[in-house]
């Protein structure tokens, strides 16, 4: 019974894991980079949800559709400016950039709201379920049917829509698809609003289980989603939901059963070993080298 | 013939003694300014800092400047180095101070460059953004390993590690590492390890053995990284594991970025001055976190060709020139 409560605690953290490294994956499949202020984004989600529930008294709804929004807009702005006059420049200078937006943002966030973690109780009141001993409680089951609505939306619009085959596109190559007509700087754009709303939605999902705001609360969960889409193999949308999850419950398991403070050396370590065994990740393409 | 080569070798020899020369004078000139109160106290209790951060960002600049391979996670292999010392110093109590701090670095060293070697070992198959996920994967496990066991304190770290190192100790490892990378750089082996970075197909269709020189790389960066942190850990006596973490790996790392690219006397600036202004504006608080990530988004921008050629452009205006250079033939990467 404690073996099904771990996994649904490692599915549940597996899910906002995934979330984040859809975000990681998308932009890294189109634009070639490591977008190291996703983290933030998430911290930045946490602490606009607070500001339009504690603050404005907004209802939650409202809430939560405004603070996406502003999560989007801060992803494009960030792709415009500090992103965008790269494009040509070595991956190392737009690696530094990126670091150097998510200082910015904790930085901000640190100016704003000080050091001290804020307290924010959850706004999601769904009641637990119990299925023979097993309870699960209403923020699993609201992060579950949230992750996997955004998972099958994301399929779809990826698979079924313009704008997602114009990504895949520019995905697969650049210079191609600009002569087929598609608009490589708006396709990236959209590629970083999608990240940047996926990360909303994570942050509000993360603040709502670990009620507690900090300026670098973003930090943790970023590089372990990174590690996770790394898992799955970079690019693959699939792949970074199958690495989230299994990231989570392979972190759940080894908390419980192994030891708290060796748990992230496990996954580390996990990860290692897959990239020995399969260098582009689980589901990643192989890609042979042209010279 | 023979005149000739007796020219070059008092050339070399002229050259080696200025070098000498220069790096005793640099000695004497901080020693005494440090002695003399010409700096401040503040800057006084800098110079180890810097000069730690110059042995990490020089030793890192070799895997980074030198192989281009991205590394997350150098300060892994600074704490290998600070805890193995300083496990060694307050362990082994019996030696006297100066042999036993002698063995401390050297096992500081080793130890890392033993872990090196293990990271550099995925670098057989992997390149780019996946290596350097595994570096960072490979500090974080360093880390919580080492918060668990407990010859090395667990969370609670290390105290009351001997002060062995001084100025002195830190400025002759700090130069042994500039010489070492400058050498590397222009020796047979550096031209190797440059060609891995330039394009490692046609370095291994020339015969490069380069999974081997990609290890050396690896190795020798992690050993002085070691180094370092046994330096560390002899100046401030104290460890936590959280000194050590994914930071201060970031940190190193912009001062090799910014100085440019296995560019070793650009590092050495860059490290002196982003180890210092910090310091030095220390009384604006949280504003200075957030000049510093101002600073380093507008230095990237304005350092990006994009930028370089607007700018270029806007001087070309006000300045009529005569001569406009040919533009040389970009490169393209990362493009397939």
Known sequence: ?291 | MNGMEKKGNRNVLIKSVIALAAIILGYVAVYYMMEGGILSRQMTSLIPRIGINIILAVSLSITVGFLGELSLGHAGFMAIGAYASAIFTTQAAGLPGFLSFVFALIIGGVMAALFGVLTGIPVLRLRGDYLAIVTLAFTEIIRSVINTMSITGGAMGLSSIPEYANYTWIYIFGILTILVAVNLKKSRHGRAILSVRENYVAAEAMGIPVTKFKILAFTVAAFFAGIAGALYAHTYSVLRPGNFDYNKSIDILIFVVLGGMGNIPGTIVATILLTYLPEKFREFGDYRMLTYALALIIIMLLNSGEMKEKIKGFFRKIVPQGKVKPKKLQEKKGEH
């Not at chain 1, 904790?106 to 704003?112: C, D, F, K, T, V």
């Not at chain 1, 000080?114 to 299925?131: D, N």
């Not at chain 1, 999902?205 to 590089?223: D, E, H, M, N, V």
């Open chain 1, 1 to 291: 019974m404690e073996f099904i409560e771990q996994l649904i605690n490692g599915l549940r953290s597996g899910s906002i894991f995934a979330l984040i490294a859809i975000g990681y994956t998308m932009v890294y499949g189109i634009a070639k980079m490591i977008n190291f202020a996703h983290g933030d984004i998430i911290m930045v989600g946490a602490y606009s949800l607070y500001i339009f529930i504690a603050k404005v008294n907004l209802p939650p709804v409202v809430a939560v559709i405004l603070t996406m929004l502003v999560c989007t807009i801060l992803g494009i702005t960030i792709e415009k400016v500090a992103y965008k006059p790269l494009r040509k420049a070595p991956s190392l200078a737009v690696l530094i950039t990126a670091i150097g937006v998510s200082y910015l943002l904790q930085s901000l966030a640190l100016l704003i709201f000080k050091a001290t973690p804020i307290p924010f109780s959850s706004f999601i009141e769904v009641p637990a379920l119990q299925i023979g001993k097993i309870t699960i409680s209403g923020i699993t089951i609201v992060t579950f049917l949230v992750t996997t609505v955004c998972m099958i939306l994301l399929t779809l619009f990826i698979n079924r829509t313009k704008i997602g085959s114009a990504m895949r596109a520019v995905s697969e190559d650049k210079q191609a698809a600009q002569l087929m007509g598609i608009n490589v700087n708006r396709t990236i754009s959209i590629t970083f609003a999608i990240g940047s709303m996926l990360a909303a939605i994570a942050g509000i999902l993360f603040i709502s289980q670990y009620t507690s705001l900090r300026p670098t609360l973003g930090t943790l969960p970023g590089i372990k989603a990174f590690v996770a889409a790394v898992f799955g193999g970079i690019g693959s949308i699939p792949g970074a939901m199958l690495g989230g999850l299994l990231l989570g419950v392979i972190e759940s398991l080894s908390k419980a059963y192994i030891s708290t403070e060796l748990a992230d050396a496990i996954v580390f370590g996990i990860l290692v070993l897959v990239l020995l065994v399969k260098p582009s990740g689980l589901l990643g393409k192989n890609r042979i080298e042209k010279v």
